[in-house]
């Protein structure tokens, strides 16, 4: 019976050697990246997503957290010497999270430039305290 040596990790050497590992794959649920900052006025997001139409993303804002989900498909065409090669990536990808501050859900703006989505949200404004009042007590 010849010897067979043990390899852990021998199935791991297949899943690396493939190809397709190279490049996004787009095709699974994506997270892109996201920064939420505080101003004094607003709460502002902004969601890196390059390629991505604007008019496929969808906003919302409910019981405090921020959700961008939308899809994304991008169509690369490449011809070379003796061979056509077409790359399709598509997919689609969400990404909720927890808002700081209480926001104005009727006067979120959002704007998208340079494959960045900014998302502008108004803080509620808190009642302001009062001057301090000093009460007698009557006895």
């Known amino acids: 019976m010849p010897i067979i040596p043990w390899r852990p990790f ?22 892109p990246a996201m920064d939420i900052y505080e101003t004094d006025k607003d709460v502002v997001a902004k969601v890196n997503l390059p390629g ?27 011809k070379k010497k003796d061979y ?3 790359e399709i990536r598509y997919g689609s ?5 927890k808002l700081p501050a209480e926001v104005k859900e009727k ?3 959002a704007t998208y430039d340079k494959g960045v989505l900014e998302i502008v949200m108004p803080k509620v404004e808190k ?3 009062e001057k301090k009042i000093k009460i007698k007590v009557k006895k």
């Open 107 to 109: 006067e979120i703006e």
């Open 52 to 78: 991505v139409d604007p008019e496929k993303v969808e906003i919302s804002v409910e019981n405090g957290m921020l959700k961008v989900s939308g899809k994304m498909e991008e169509k690369q065409e490449e």
């Open 127 to 129: 009642a302001k305290a």
């Open 10 to 31: 021998g199935d791991l050497d297949k899943f690396f050697s493939d190809d397709e590992w190279l490049f996004p794959v787009w095709h699974l649920k994506q997270e």
């Open 93 to 97: 990808f969400e990404r909720i999270a």
């Open 84 to 86: 056509y090669r077409k």
